[in-house]
């Protein structure tokens, strides 16, 4: 099977890539590194074979339509994201965000699968008078992406999943962008590690390598088509328990302090205190099942780092 992920160097495109290529796939990547700033995820395939990857954006790149149809499967994970980010780039999040998978749905054809990754955040938007749409734009072009998709399976019987994705963590992963990997490279230089807010807020861990099977799941999965299926895990736990756990599985003596979101984020940050997804429809299609504890993929990460 020949494979095209856009995205491909970040946290789940790249575990992805290592999927297929398992798998004895073709895979073709592409990434403009705006999110990375590194080939770091994607440099252990530059010499396989069966692996091309291309630095471009995929708004521009003059070959995307072409590199499409000749794909069987497309896992489209590129976007415009990260919480700072996306706060001091609202008009960037928004046109690139829905511009580039309108791209891609207009290059697709019957022949071929498209899975979209989407967010947990849409999930978080407010409905009040007050709607904070600088915060929650990420999550607005994400939906807008969402409905788009949607009206192409209506319209053509395009064979597309939107797969809304709550926290994912592995290797790889970003410690400027993502808690898991700052607490625990806090946690091993002992550093104080530094919870936002008052760390009451919870979250559902998934281990990427339970996304990327899943997400394979339903990719194969025709009964799948046209729908939208949460992807994560269930298991829930606050940010403060998570930096007293991985305190204690790195024998860490660093402090465990409180920054106030003020002075974490830049002016118009709002938290969710909780982000916990309802997977009875990822378990009726697929039967999917986790393969990897919280606990667990933490000391894998550890072992990592130390290493």
């Keep these: 099977m020949r494979i095209l992920i856009t995205g491909g160097a970040g946290l789940i495109g790249s575990h992805l890539i290592a999927y297929h290529l398992a798998k004895g796939d073709k895979v073709w990547a592409i990434d403009d590194l705006s999110a990375t700033d590194s080939l770091d995820n994607v440099r252990p395939f530059l ?17 995307l339509e072409r590199i499409i149809t ?11 994201c990260g919480v700072t980010r996306v706060l001091v780039e609202p008009i960037k999040t928004l046109i690139d965000n829905f511009h580039g998978v309108e791209r891609i749905l207009k290059a697709i054809s019957f022949s071929q699968q498209l899975t979209i990754a989407s967010t947990s955040e ?13 915060r929650w734009n990420y999550a607005l072009s994400k939906l807008a992406a969402d409905g788009l998709a949607l009206a192409f399976v209506r319209e053509f019987g395009f064979n597309i999943i939107s797969g809304r994705i709550f926290s994912t963590i592995g290797s ?3 410690a400027e962008r993502a808690v898991v990997p700052r607490f625990i490279q806090q946690a091993i230089k002992g550093d104080p590690i530094t919870v936002y807010g008052n760390g009451q807020q919870t979250r559902c861990f998934c281990d990427v390598r339970d996304t990327v099977r899943a997400l394979d799941m339903l990719a194969g999965n025709k009964k799948c088509q046209g729908e939208m299926f949460n992807i994560g895990n269930d298991c829930e736990i606050s940010i403060r328990d998570l930096a007293f756990m991985i305190k204690r599985l790195t024998g860490s ?5 409180y920054i106030p979101y003020e002075k974490a984020y830049v002016e118009g940050f709002e938290e969710k205190q909780e982000n916990r997804p309802d997977l009875n429809k990822l378990f009726e299609f697929i039967g999917f099942e986790h393969e990897w ?9 550890i072992e990592g780092e130390l290493n």
Excluded at 48 to 53: A, L
Excluded at 253 to 257: A, E, V
């Design 253 to 257: 003596k660093s402090p465990i302090i």
């Design 70 to 80: 000749q794909s069987d499967r497309i896992y489209h994970m590129a976007a415009v």
């Design 293 to 301: 504890r919280l606990e667990d993929t933490l000391q894998q990460l």
């Design 172 to 174: 790889g992963q970003d």
């Design 47 to 63: 010499c396989e074979d069966r692996f091309e990857f291309f630095e471009e954006d995929i708004l521009i790149w003059p070959f």
């Design 122 to 134: 849409v999930y978080a938007m407010k409905s009040e008078l007050e709607f904070n749409c600088m």
